[in-house]
């Protein structure tokens, strides 16, 4: 329970900062002897909470005073507070607040991204949505506007019933509030700041019930060089094979499928590593685009070693070394919260060698036919899957006459997997028994052997007991119906309404003006390493990082549909992938064109016209019949050139 409660405390310690500039809540006298101001209110919201809500009274009393005294610390569990609001943004000079210091916006992180721009950009005040996002110069907030959306927060603040509806809240109204306006810039939004306090405070708890960390170790916490983290990352290998090599004939039916299973293969790891070690939805830092940043404790270690290999076993026998997550790791003490970015870069280089040393983890003896078969005992004709290799004594091989192939159970299932997001509103994910994990029928099959099943639905069609497992997707709404979350991405497909199917890519051809071509769009962001790397200097916090990640996805991963919406290019446009930092599309030529262009000038708007924040794109254009795996090539090959390319005197 207490792990429970410092989790809770971590992300709500400074809620009080956006009650206070409402200037509407006055602070109750048993609260006024407390010297910072914040605090206060903090504690007076739960107090309040507690005595109306369910999921509040649940909750010990010890939580009021977790986030009363985070500033004056009166013994080691409220230290943990202490530290964590420390380290998340290495802010450590207190005292009370200035005045008119409510009146200071959230400043872009994309802003401040190498020396700064000149020009002084900020964020209004309104709860996240996939259209929001984007700044405005010269904002001024005034304690109107903060009541006003304190007031939308409390309202739905009364109908959270657990802490993942918490989580969820917290980010759809906090994203646009700055976590501090006084001696520093405001940078950081206080929902970053919630989310980094409460995955560090969950490690050092960790790390104090096995001993690793003592009283003696907290009072020494500024200068404490000992370890006590781990930064975790993995990165999908092999995605642009797996999508794109599948025959060209009904290739709209399986290629957002197969990307679909990527992303939520990834999701699956990522809820599979934090439920084995104990960790929570916080301590995702990010996950997108195939790869993922996990903050674990120390004693994590050994565990998430033997994860690795257990995960790469797995993968290895689902999909014969066509798709490899490489999952490393490194060791932090609380000094290296100071230059983060630093560490960020670290653990990248060390997944891209274990990338060149796939399987390791298993080991050569123990995985060797694994690895280099041979695979199967030969087949005849139509007795074997024609896109993955696997023969029918391992799974069920029935002949398709769409795409004029023989198919085993697990590839057909990514045809059934883009037919359920074809126009799905709610993605519902649920714990499961773990599946026998040596028979593989289709996709779930694969998610079950980690204990989770995803299931895409229309919102009408989400059962009142399953709504606690549901994430609605691209709207923020999620509480009216009691949904657990909500999930930002580009998942719905253009279809024909009439007759509830999709478009396949030669109708889609069919659309575009003139000669009746399909264009492939392929983009990225430039020298995205190095944003992270150099772009944030000496102010490299883990709050940042995550806020930059974080920033880049609402983009890719959310307005992206909004930008299609309202230019009514949901029946031109075949969206592959977006998140991250990347986006393969396929269209009608003309209106894909409309698309690049729109979405760059988009992008520069919401990167405040950084001059260093950019991205390039490649195009082709061909027949809607032409090899899918060798037009994807092309495009890939498109791009490369666009990135390399210099305008002259450059």
Known sequence: M?????????????????????????????????????????????DVLRQKNKFFQTLPDEIIDLVLYHHEPRNDWEKIIQLADWLSSKEREEGDTKE???????RPIFSRLFDGLDKNFGYGLAPLSISEGFPKEDVALDNSQYKKLVDSFLEELSLVQNENQLYYLLEKYLWCVPAQTTNYVPDISLYDHAKTTAAIALCLHAEYEEGSLTAEGFRKMDKNTDEHFMLISGD???????????????????????????????????????????LKEANILYNGGGNFYILAPKICEEKFRRLRAQISELLLEFHRGAIYIALDYILLSPSDFEDFNDHWERVKQKVNFRKNRKWAEIGLEKGYGSIFGPFGVGSKDNEHCQLCGVEKGKRAI?????????????????????????????????????????????????????????????????????????????????LKEG???????????????????QFNFEEISEKSIGDQKLALLKLDVDNLGNLFLNGLGEKSTVSRITSLSRMLALYFEGYINHLIRINNWQDYLYVVFSGGDDTFIVGAWDKVLDFAQEFYNKFREFTCYHPQVTFSAGIGIFRFDYPVIMSSQLTEEALEKAKNYLEEGE
């Open 483 to 501: 949904f657990r979350g909500y999930r930002l991405g580009a998942y719905q497909l253009p279809i024909k309404k009439e007759e509830d199917q």
């Open 100 to 106: 008119r210091y409510y009146t200071v916006p959230l």
């Open 398 to 478: 029935t002949y398709n006459s769409e795409v004029e192939k023989s198919y085993c159970t697990f590839c057909t299932s990514f045809m059934n997997l883009t037919n359920s997001i074809k126009d799905a509103e709610c993605l519902l994910i649920k714990e499961v028994a773990f599946q026998d994990r040596h028979t593989i029928r289709d996709y779930q099959d694969v998610f079950r052997s980690f204990g989770f099943e995803y299931h895409f639905k229309k919102r009408q069609l989400v059962k009142k007991e399953e709504a606690e497992f549901a994430f609605l997707l691209n709207d923020t709404q999620f």
């Open 2 to 46: 207490l792990r429970d409660t410092l989790y809770l405390a971590g992300l709500l310690h400074d809620i009080g900062k956006f009650v206070e500039r409402s200037k509407s809540y006055p602070v109750e006298e048993k609260y006024k002897h407390i010297r910072v101001g914040h605090p206060k209110y903090s504690a007076q919201l739960l």
């Open 236 to 278: 999908v290998s092999g995605i642009q094979d797996f999508i794109f090599n599948i025959p060209s004939k009904g290739a709209a039916k399986s290629l957002k499928g197969h990307s679909i299973y990527i992303a939520l293969l990834t999701d699956v790891i990522n809820r599979y590593l934090i439920r084995e070690m104990g």
